[in-house]
């Protein structure tokens, strides 16, 4: 397992419960075990709302969330999936921490 930083950019009007329930899903499937790996989040940082350098998706404010996380490939690859479908995810950047 290896060591990786999830940043999520979530739409400003979305309610806390999206946002906790956005949340509440990566860590579920960070957590969850692949050939007897179980991930664990190490850090959460929520940096609230901002305003966008430029536009997505006609948006200007946005809600950011950082998370630092250990898991397997498979869960990244979950992962994926479940924020390409979310609509309130805005963007999202998985990025693998060096050693």
Same mark, same amino acid.
């Given at each position: 397992?290896?060591?990786?930083?999830?940043?999520?950019?979530?739409?400003?009007?979305?309610?806390?419960?999206?946002?906790?329930?956005?949340?509440?899903?990566? %860590?579920?499937?960070? #957590?969850?075990?692949?050939?007897? &790996?179980?991930?664990? *989040?190490? @850090?959460? /940082?929520?940096?609230?709302? =901002?305003?966008?350098?430029?536009?997505?998706?006609?948006?200007?404010?946005?809600?950011?969330?950082?998370? %630092?996380?250990?898991? #397997?490939?498979?869960?990244?690859? &979950?992962?994926?999936? *479940?924020? @390409?479908? /979310?609509?309130?995810?805005? =963007?999202?950047?998985?990025?693998?921490?060096?050693?």
């Amino acid at each position: 397992m290896r060591e990786y930083e999830l940043y999520l950019i979530i739409d400003a009007t979305a309610d806390e419960e999206a946002v906790a329930s956005i949340r509440e899903k990566m %860590t579920q499937l960070i #957590s969850t075990t692949h050939k007897d &790996e179980t991930g664990e *989040v190490i @850090k959460e /940082d929520s940096r609230g709302k =901002r305003r966008l350098t430029y536009p997505i998706k006609r948006h200007t404010e946005s809600q950011d969330i950082i998370l %630092t996380f250990r898991a #397997s490939q498979l869960a990244l690859k &979950e992962m994926e999936r *479940v924020l @390409k479908l /979310d609509e309130k995810v805005l =963007r999202y950047l998985i990025v693998r921490k060096d050693d």
